[in-house]
């Protein structure tokens, strides 16, 4: 399923994002896309550090 989810704080929506796991993925907009993938990289410990 595809769609647009409209919200006003990236943090929360984030949340859901990361609650769907490989079954999600942020399209757009590039800013948040690059957020959760950090993210999910941060939360697998490669985050390159």
Do not use: N, Q, S
């Not at 999600?24 to 550090?49: F, Q, S």
Request: a negative charge; one cysteine or more; aromatic letters at 4%.
């Amino acid at each position: 399923m595809r769609g647009e989810v409209p919200y006003h704080d990236p943090r929360e929506l984030i949340g859901d994002v990361l609650r769907f796991g490989k079954d999600c993925e942020v399209i757009a907009p590039a800013e948040l896309r690059e957020t959760v993938a950090a993210e999910v990289k941060a939360m697998a410990g490669v985050d390159g550090k």
